[in-house]
């Protein structure tokens, strides 16, 4: 079967740094709690994951997340550690609450950090502080992107979309724009931790967005991307053709894939314990790092080379003719079926029964190939 150029290594490492954080979202994958659990990754620990994220090779970009990372008292440490002493490429993803004052966002900033990510999923404070449990998030996030803009400190605004949010996509984006941001991350809701399947879009709502995030995307100033809803990609291939997708990197300091990242194909995630997932969507345990380096883990499991392989999904998925520019989303497909190999039951896109036959013969004479090759 044809290799991913994300065989060797992801495009991003995330780390789940602390699974502590003091608001109480709606969708969070985490379910987290205002405490820091003892078991979390040491400081030495985490050097030694960045060691190795440091060796792999394309470099990833690696990612703190959470809970909410400012709940950690060693973070600018990680920060410096990561991009002054071991060069990589460092972001961070935390929370609005009031820990992110000035001081610490100068901080990170003098440390290394290469781009800031907020979420915003309302167009406003009331909106989205009801997303996020927590009154003043909102107020917090736009003063806090005022210190990034005059340390240029690059700007990424991540948005969940569910049914809370869905008819206020327009005015997020506007709001988007106007903050300056580099980077538009839509995140699709996937029901694990407090999200619930009853709050995620459905299939043809999800295509509506998709649509409409195309023609914003058209003449926004800044990218977009989404996060588990790779059929993004169908979409610029069937409104665009061969033209370029919008995936070149205005003013960020992180560069953009150059081809599809989906979950445990060029994504990992490690959690605050040092457990390996192929996403932080899709809960299936790999491994830890505290036993083995996150690079053995990534190059070897046996869930990690399925997903990489697109001949091994099934359903609607496997005869795609988008197979290898979407291939689903695999937690989404995990969460509704209990197979992440099955297809993506959000998807609304018919295959070309006449592009599966043929994919399914390419597919038949690759394993042959490869059986000779290997005798």
Not at 38 to 56: F, G, H, K
Not at 198 to 213: F, I, M, N, S
Not at 270 to 296: A, D
């Amino acid at each position: 079967m044809p290799s991913s150029p994300y065989s060797e290594a992801p495009f991003i490492v995330i780390w789940e740094t602390t699974r502590a954080c003091d608001l109480a979202c709606k969708h969070c994958r985490a379910a987290a709690i205002p405490m820091r659990n003892p078991e979390e990754l040491s400081t030495d620990e985490a050097r030694r994951l960045i060691d190795d994220v440091a060796t792999m090779r394309p470099q990833p970009n690696f990612v703190l997340t959470g809970g909410d990372p400012m709940k950690r008292p060693d973070l600018e440490e990680i920060i410096r550690y990561a991009a002054r002493e071991r060069g990589v490429r460092i972001s961070i993803t935390p929370s609005a609450t009031p820990l992110v004052t000035p001081e610490r966002i100068r901080a990170c900033a003098e440390a290394g950090l290469a781009r800031w990510a907020f979420s915003i999923d309302g167009a406003t404070a009331e909106a989205h502080d009801f997303f996020r449990g927590q009154e003043g998030s909102f107020a917090i996030t736009l003063a806090a992107v005022q210190e990034l803009k005059r340390l240029q400190l690059p700007l990424q605004v991540n948005t969940t979309v569910s049914r809370y949010n869905l008819d206020s996509l327009p005015e997020i984006g506007r709001l988007v724009e106007g903050l300056g941001a580099v980077l538009w991350s839509v995140f699709f809701l996937v029901p694990v931790g407090r999200g619930r399947a009853d709050d995620a879009l459905g299939p043809h709502e999800t295509e509506r967005v998709l649509q409409w995030l195309e023609e914003f995307a058209r003449t926004s100033a800044c990218d977009v991307k989404t996060t588990e809803a790779p059929q993004w990609r169908r979409v610029l291939r069937e409104r665009r053709g061969d033209a370029p997708a919008p995936l070149g990197d205005r003013g960020g300091r992180v560069g953009r894939a150059p081809r599809p990242v989906t979950d445990g194909d060029g994504f990992i995630f490690v959690s605050h314990k040092g457990e390996v997932y192929p996403s932080g969507f899709l809960p299936l345990v790999l491994g830890n790092v505290r036993e083995m380096p996150l690079s053995e883990i990534y190059r070897s499991s046996e869930v990690l080379l399925a997903l990489r392989d697109r001949s091994r999904l099934r359903g609607k998925c496997r005869i795609c003719e988008y197979r290898e520019v979407c291939g689903g989303s695999r937690s989404r497909a995990y969460a509704i079926t209990g197979d992440y190999l099955e297809s993506d039951p959000y998807c609304p896109h018919q295959p070309d029964p006449a592009a599966g036959y043929r994919q399914i013969r390419s597919d038949a004479r690759e394993r042959r190939t490869a059986i000779a090759a290997s005798r």
